[in-house]
């Protein structure tokens, strides 16, 4: 399971340390594509194929876009000797990287979410702490 944040900067060639903690349990070869929200997803080639196959499960004719969005934007990416991993900088504009190299490295539960630290901030600021227990209370909690 990945859990916990972490604050680190994106350097001028696109470089993210990734926590060693998370590397421990994704390894060396990740795959990062975008979310539906402002950030990137980072999976372990593991993870990845069990949410790529979910998605191709899906009805075609109603699931393009979704296809397009997430596969078109898939990348594999290498962690380095030191680490890092090489964000692309279309995934990185479309984090909002560009903007604030200060990045939030997100453990959840079975993948990684980059965020810029700016948009995380807001996220966390929108969190509905009330909607969140009423869910759970639904959900058998």
């Known amino acids: 399971m990945l859990i916990g944040e972490y604050s680190y900067s994106v ?12 590397r421990e349990k994704t390894g060396d070869n990740l795959v990062i594509a975008k979310s539906f929200d402002n950030c990137l997803n980072v999976y372990s080639e593991e993870k990845w ?5 979910k998605i191709q499960a899906l009805p ?12 078109s ?14 964000i692309p900088l279309s995934l990185r504009k479309y984090a ?12 959840v539960d079975d993948r990684i979410e980059i965020w810029s630290s700016g948009e995380y ?5 929108e969190i509905d702490r009330e909607e969140l227990v009423s869910f759970l209370v639904k959900s058998g909690f």
């Open 73 to 86: 934007s898939a990348q594999e990416l290498p962690v380095d000797s030191q680490g890092r991993v090489c």
């Open 96 to 107: 909002h990287l560009d903007e604030d190299n200060s990045a939030m490295i997100v453990g």
């Open 11 to 22: 350097d001028v060639k696109g470089r993210l340390f990734i926590p060693a903690k998370m």
């Open 121 to 125: 901030e807001k996220m966390q600021s």
């Open 49 to 53: 194929a069990e949410f790529a196959a």
């Open 60 to 71: 075609e004719m109603e699931s393009r876009a979704v296809k397009r969005f997430i596969f």
